[in-house]
């Protein structure tokens, strides 16, 4: 993707691996509009990186999601690349039934995404180079048992963007699938916030946007930690390392 002379958006800046890049972005000279539901988190992100905009968005909310896109491409008719970042991660265990966390993951994980792409695109497509970033993860490759839904959103997420860029590789739009590892945010809360064996949020950062800038082509961004888990079928290795990983940290959780 170009690295500058962009104006993006990026859902749920206001927090984590968003705000990271938001930031990156915007000291390369990116116009970065970012989105999330948390005024205050919005408002100190922006006080922090003068020029950065932000817009209040519920990614799981389908008339929040029109109303934001239409304001946005009036606003900002230079729009022309989304990095669709904002997501749920919770636990969910399936002998309890949790129909209410499963929807919940749905419609934030996955029709998120896809709803503001459907209500974005139109407008990519009209410009002269455009980027569609969606965020998916390790656990798209390989799922982990604990987060049965969120594991279904993010495979369902990297199936979709497979689809898109087929179907978009005739435009000027390019279509890239972030694949993060496991990464030291809040995403569940402080103990993954504090975790030593998740990837420092800031090395992640850098290594992403390191792949970004010296492979303008790139359609998987996967930085080093995530290549076990991304290859793991293609190297013969998948039951292996998804048994061991499920026994790893089923285990882990209960003691
Ligand atoms: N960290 C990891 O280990 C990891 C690994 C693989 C993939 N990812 C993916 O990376 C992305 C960013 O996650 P993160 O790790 O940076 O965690 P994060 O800091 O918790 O960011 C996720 C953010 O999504 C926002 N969000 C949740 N529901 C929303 C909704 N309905 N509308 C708008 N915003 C909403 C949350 O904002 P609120 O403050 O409004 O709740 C939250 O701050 C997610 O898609 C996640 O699945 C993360």
Redesign the pocket.
Known sequence: MQMTDNTMLI??G??????GLAAAFHDLGNQVII????QQ?LDETVAAHPGMKAVV?????AADIQRVAAQLIQDYPALNAVIH?????AEEDLKQGQPDSAEAHVN??LL?PIRLNSALLPHLLGQPSATVMT?????AFVPLSLNPT?SAT?AAIHSYTQAMRYQLQDTNVQVIELV????R???QGER?ANDPH?MPLDEFVAETMAILSSNPDVSEVLVQRVHAQRFAEKRGEYDAFFKQMNDMLTAARKS
């Open positions: 859902t749920c206001n927090s984590g691996i968003g705000q989105t999330g539901r948390n988190t968005l519920d990614v799981a909310d970042n904002a997501g749920i991660m934030t994980n998120g965020v998916t993860s390790g656990l969120y993010k993060p590892p496991y990464v945010t809040h995403l993954q998740a």
